[in-house]
């Protein structure tokens, strides 16, 4: 059915709703109560205090004996309120089977309130129950026919929802529709009833019908359907939404709301193709010179899909150099193919080649400045730690540094890449110089306490324990939750190290190892871990061992080892230190790697019930969630 809406907000009608349902109860003296037939309006209690004989009666009453509740009910009704004891008064007539009494005092109710048409309801229930479907019928079918007013439409579709009358909830509904004259359509009422009776494509004719008539209610319906795409998602449903979705968008194609809630549903499905086509779309038919296609760009590297990013970064820059996006669509390209190198791992000497002319091709057209600084650093750290070209990107680095007008945080960056890179090359005293240059600038900044950080680090990789604990120690209490967690577990790694027999050996080559896996010599550093195993068997570095030995895997892109070594952590050492991070690493992995979403839920959840205190309790605890199938504003 399609309705034609008039410009209201959606606030004032659900404010509008509790108004004219307050203003029934207080011109009526009456209380919201629930009961057989649903939701009805009764006076209010005068005598709030129940007496031992209401006591008793109500003690039956919750124990089913409605035999011996009727007697007292009976007494209440006739002598004290009808109003106040009409619900247990009546419930217990019909499971006594006194249909008669039964039908006489909801009949006497109508008569008292005639407009409170949920009595009708009731009366139909009685009438169910004595085995009259024809009078049940002729009763609620004379209910929906006597609606007159919204308040109505509202308490009567709540009484037939909640004794499961579906079809008549749905005809209240639409009678609802006629009366208002389109002022308010009940798209939402509707679909919420279609869905408990199971109709998905009358559902989503609602949802739709909503979205075209306002284009806010897209947030509302985004959350009423979340559940589709949950890791169980409901395949039909999505099928059924889709095919609506695009008949309406063929037929109404300047309803752009579609197609952007269109570019949602690809976007939950992970769809990213089509979100892109569509996206496409959109940015050409509203001119938005590419904002859309970078925001999505921006989506697909959170999500590392990095080829479709590129995808959608590629497109913005072939719609010319004119345009607002241009340079912006540029460096993110950059970025990302930058990201698709390091984070991924899975990489060949041509692709770093390709990588490198791409990013001095950029450079060139855009120029060395303050606003390129990120396309400098990054070309400098892939230089130094992929290309073997530590030279060049010291001197690109020292370049960078001394540009005019670069931010002394951007400046701070560099420096500490910089520092990062002699420490790479073995030039331990050269990087502590750097990181100290940045540690006295930036004394109570966050970047100030990373660089402290990473000088305790230099002082840990040296062998010098007690002096790296004691900055460790301090960085504890740092703002950043990063770097204090950071601190705090290298603290606990030296720490429980050398707890049992002081033997300094062990952590020496596991440090050794630590900074051979900094400098990319990740051969050697699996050398060094393995030889910690054989000189010292069962060993307290014995899940760190495993836990570096899974970086290095990740940082290749082998994402089964390192899943095998994760895995060996949460069922042999899952008590220690190490275990809640090992499990939320094999469940991210699961989950965004090997696509078990199940699997990757069962995780999660166990990380929940196993770890309450993790630090990734909060994370897990949101793709938990997720994964389970919530709504998400």
Known sequence: MKC?????????????????????????????????????????????????????????????????????????YNRKSPDQFYVPYLNCLIETKDFKKAEKIVKKQIKQYPDNLTFNVDLGTVYTRWEQPDKAK???????????????VFNLANSFNAIHQYDYAISTYLKGRRISQNN???????????????????????????????????????????????????????????????????????KTILSEFLIWIQIQKRDWEGAFIQAKALDKRKKEDGNRVMALGQLYTENESYDMAIKAYQYVISKGKELPYYINARIELINVSYQKVVRKGNYSTADLSELEKNFNTAISELGKSAGTEPLLKNLAH????????????????????????????????????????????????????????VEKAFKHDEIGNEAKFRNAKISYYTGDFKWAQAQLDVLKGATAKLISNDAMDLSLLISDAVAVDTNEAPLLIFARAD????????????VSLDSINKLFPNHALADDILYKKSGIALKHGDFTKAATYYDTIVKKYGDDILGDDALFKLADITENQFKDLVKAKELYQQLLEKYPASLYVVEARKRFRKLRGDAFN
């Open 4 to 76: 034609e809406l008039k410009s209201i907000n959606l606030a004032n009608v659900v404010y509008l709703r509790i108004v004219i349902v307050l203003f029934a109860c207080i011109s009526m003296r009456t209380s919201i109560i629930a009961q057989p037939g649903g939701v009805i309006l009764q006076p209010y209690n005068q005598n709030p205090q129940p007496t031992t004989d209401e006591q008793l009666a109500d003690q039956y009453y919750k124990n089913r004996e409605f035999d011996k509740a009727l007697d007292y009910y009976e007494k209440f």
């Open 184 to 254: 308010y359509p009940f798209n939402f009422e509707l679909a919420s009833v279609y869905r408990e009776k199971g109709d998905k494509a009358a559902m989503i004719g609602e949802y739709l019908d909503a979205l075209e008539i306002n284009d806010s209610y897209i947030q509302t319906v985004q959350n009423s359907l979340q559940t589709s795409f949950a890791s169980d998602a409901d395949q039909q449903q999505n099928d059924l939404l889709k095919t609506e979705l695009l008949k309406r968008i063929q037929r109404s194609p300047d």
């Open 138 to 152: 002729q009763t609620w079918e004379q209910a929906v026919k006597s609606i007159k007013r919204d308040d109505q």
């Open 382 to 437: 892939l230089q130094a730690f992929y290309i073997h070209k530590p030279e060049d990107a010291v001197a690109l680095l020292e370049e960078t540094i001394a540009l005019p007008q670069l931010p002394a945080q951007a400046q701070a960056e560099c420096k500490l890449e910089l520092g990062d890179i002699y420490l790479m090359t073995g030039d331990i005293w050269e990087a502590s110089l750097r990181y100290s240059q």
């Open 515 to 526: 900074l051979l896996a900094f400098q990319n010599k990740d051969e050697e550093a699996i």
